[in-house]
């Protein structure tokens, strides 16, 4: 590999606050309620940190996060970071209909404007689940970009209408279009490492070492600056995961580790999405096969 790597490291963070036990978890007991109470005291934690490493960074915020601690929201936009759209209290868009799925939409950009006087020009689902209507309502809206899908890793792509599929037929592609997909993993994601979350779907069992998850972000960076030289690392967090003392040093010591490195940056999204737009227009991937929508 050359030494002309440019490598962009994006940290992340849905600041869910009480919002993922209220409205994906539907808790009714104020104990599980109340481990979101800890994500704007880790969020202070979190923005300290960045500052101290001249890092932006790019936070999802619900807008009832932003009703519930709407100073921490503020501070997240003074300190100069990106500011994303993430739902009114972490509804899956599976769970909704299209009208409901819309007044989220409308009521997420209310809260934002009014609290932060911000308009997100980036999307990320909570759960990471999209419903056939969340691609039209993102272009509508002028989304840039989302956030939610899993089709790459370095690399993002173009957001499609119009996939269809089962378990008979061969898949066919969609419409490419105007709508750029910075894609995660759960790999690369803290939550369900760390969390213990008791639920009737099951248990979810965290309790992993930050050790694990250091070797497995290690890993990645290694891969894409040693071995592909150019592209995103795309990490997800959660104040109130990553923000315990034990996880913030490890966040810490995975920033030494990569910041100094020749070729590396950190980014918001939004300003990667921007970048990687110059020159390209919606387009299909690669290796699509022959079967799409016209």
Request: charged share 25%.
């Amino acid at each position: 590999m050359s030494d002309a790597r440019d490598v962009r490291i994006a940290l992340t963070f849905d600041y869910d606050a009480f919002s993922v036990w209220i409205g994906t978890f539907g808790a009714t007991s104020p104990s599980m309620v109340s481990r979101g109470e800890f994500g704007p005291i880790a969020l202070r934690r979190i923005l300290k940190l960045l500052a101290d490493h001249k890092i932006s960074s790019t936070f999802f915020v619900p807008g009832h996060t932003a009703h519930a601690f709407p100073e921490t929201v503020v501070a997240i936009r003074d300190a100069g970071h990106e500011i994303g759209h993430h739902g009114w209290v972490h509804e899956n868009p599976l769970s909704m209909d299209a009208a409901k799925e819309r007044q989220v939409m409308e009521k997420g950009f209310e809260v934002l404007d009014k609290i932060a006087g911000v308009k997100p020009v980036g999307y990320r689902s909570p759960a990471w689940d999209n419903s056939p209507e969340t691609i039209p309502l993102l272009l509508e809206f002028g989304f840039e970009y989302e956030s939610s899908l899993m089709g790459n890793d370095y690399e993002p792509y173009w957001c499609r209408l119009g996939d269809s599929f089962n378990a008979t037929d061969e898949y066919t592609f969609g419409k490419p279009v105007n709508l750029v997909e910075v894609p995660v993993a759960w790999h690369l994601d803290d939550f369900p490492h760390f969390e213990y979350v008791w639920s009737k779907a099951g248990v979810l069992p965290g309790y992993r070492t930050t050790g694990d998850l250091l070797e497995i972000w290690k890993g990645e960076f290694d891969y894409l600056y040693g071995k592909v030289g150019k592209g995103i690392l795309n990490i997800t967090m959660h104040p109130q995961v990553i923000g315990r003392g034990h996880r913030m040093l490890f966040l810490e010591e995975f920033i030494k580790y990569v910041e100094d490195k020749p070729g590396v940056s950190f980014t918001t999204i939004r300003d990667y999405v921007r970048d990687w737009r110059v020159g390209k227009s919606p387009s299909l991937p690669a290796d699509a096969g022959p079967n799409r929508v016209a």
